[in-house]
């Protein structure tokens, strides 16, 4: 697809138009296509507009306040999933909806950063019982860590949380 025409050129092949300049004289002056420069004169000449022409397409779901209260109902809780703002904003559009109105304000959907369960104090602790566990004998070695009782030591939970794109 070609590139809009700014609207500083389209002014001036219209004021070059005004003016009497021919469509190949104002072609070689502005540097864009003739066919470009028809459509900017027609359009200027049977409807009076610079601008692009109104699309016509489905009108959008929410108003800029509901969009807003999605963004502000993710900012106070990034935790949030797209059901959830529905059921709490109470609002009548998909979760989809939702999700595109969050992409569009620049707040995409992520896995958090992974942070230890394990305190500092718990560290020093698990530090010191392995250093003791060294000097231990075989047969003390065998009984010691037969408990087979899971730690973890890191989050592992595959909650998402929404942030903006790049934020961390």
Do not use: Y
């Not at 409807?47 to 959008?60: L, S, V």
């Not at 109470?90 to 896995?111: K, M, P, V, Y």
């Not at 037969?146 to 595959?158: A, K, N, R």
Request: hydrophobic letters at 30%; proline letters at 4%; aromatic letters at 4%.
């Amino acid at each position: 697809m070609t590139p809009r025409v700014p609207i500083e050129d389209r002014k001036l092949i219209t004021r070059l138009f005004s003016e009497g300049l021919k469509q190949k004289a104002i072609c070689q002056r502005t540097g864009r296509s003739k066919t470009s420069v028809s459509r900017i004169i027609r359009a200027f000449r049977d409807e009076g507009r610079i601008t692009d022409a109104k699309r016509t397409g489905r009108p959008r779901a929410t108003q800029h306040t509901d969009d807003e209260l999605i963004v502000a109902a993710v900012v106070v809780d990034p935790l949030l999933n797209a059901k959830e703002i529905r059921h709490e904003l109470s609002l009548d559009i998909s979760t989809a909806t939702i999700r595109r109105r969050l992409e569009e304000a620049g707040i995409s959907n992520c896995a958090p950063g992974k942070k230890p369960f394990r305190t500092e104090q718990q560290r020093k602790q698990r530090l010191k019982s392995a250093k003791e566990s060294q000097l231990w004998s075989a047969e003390e070695r065998r009984v010691h860590f037969s408990d087979e009782s899971t730690s973890c030591s890191w989050g592992d939970e595959q909650r998402m949380v929404r942030m903006p794109s790049c934020s961390r």
